[in-house]
């Protein structure tokens, strides 16, 4: 049998700096990437796009990507699809504070508990978007699945 | 009667995978809030990235900083980009050189030396503001 590179999920957030939730997308990223789901994720890094890193954009055309933002400009999803291709999962955090009922989660700078018990969410649908995207086949459903078409 | 000036754009690097862009990223905080909170302002790179035409105002035509935490310098395309007029730059990358014995660890949370770090580059940050201040920049 050939060795086959393993395929990973690419985490894209948008960190935001001008919103406490754009800091909430870092560290839900970071708790996926370092503890939830170590083997199974990479993380991209949204400006290096457009700074035009091939690896980057490479990475995002041939594999799975999650887009995780802090508000609906949808900074990471956009930015991702412009540069390389749709992302198979998007997740916006002002929607799940809202789902959640979440209150006042803290400055950019610093989150609150609130915010902490946020990124703690956020990083849980990460993990089921990034399981049910390793359950399918490399180039499965959700991107890339319609492109060419007419 | 003077209008109040406005305040110099700053932009950091979103540095999710190193310690230094981590830093970066909290000397623009550091700055912004503790150091220089009425003459700096923090944009959000990714809307730059995405031409977000509120952010991109702050920032077209006038000078700004960027605080890049590796030789990319993906803060400082991002004003560029943006139509800044000029694009002063501290990159941590060398003010961990002038900072010798700082060992910086960790991106959502830094440790002590990634804070002393993003301090020191904040303090150059700040010099950089009261020179484009002085200018006249901040108009």
Known sequence: MPDLPRKKIGLIACSGEEMAEGTVTRRAVRTVLETLRPGDTVTLCLPLFLAGSEGERAFARFYPTIAVDGCDKRCAARATAKYSARPAASIVVTETAKERGCGAIGTARRLNEAGLRLAGEVAARIVEETDRLLAKKPRGAGRGSDRGKP | MSAKPRKIPVAACSGIGKSLGAAAREAAFVLAEDLRPGHAKVVALSLLVMGDEEAS???????????????????????????????????????????????????????????????????????????????????
């Open chain 2, 57 to 139: 105002r702050e920032v077209a035509g006038r000078e700004a900083l960027a605080i890049d935490g590796c030789k990319l310098e993906c803060a400082a395309k991002g004003l560029a980009c943006a139509g800044a007029a000029k694009v002063r730059k501290v990159a941590v990358f060398d003010v961990i050189r002038r900072h010798r014995g700082l060992k910086p660890e960790g991106v959502c949370d830094l440790n002590e030396d990634g804070l002393k770090l993003a301090r020191a580059a904040a303090e150059e940050a700040a010099g950089i503001i009261d020179d484009i201040d002085a200018g006249g920049g901040c108009a």
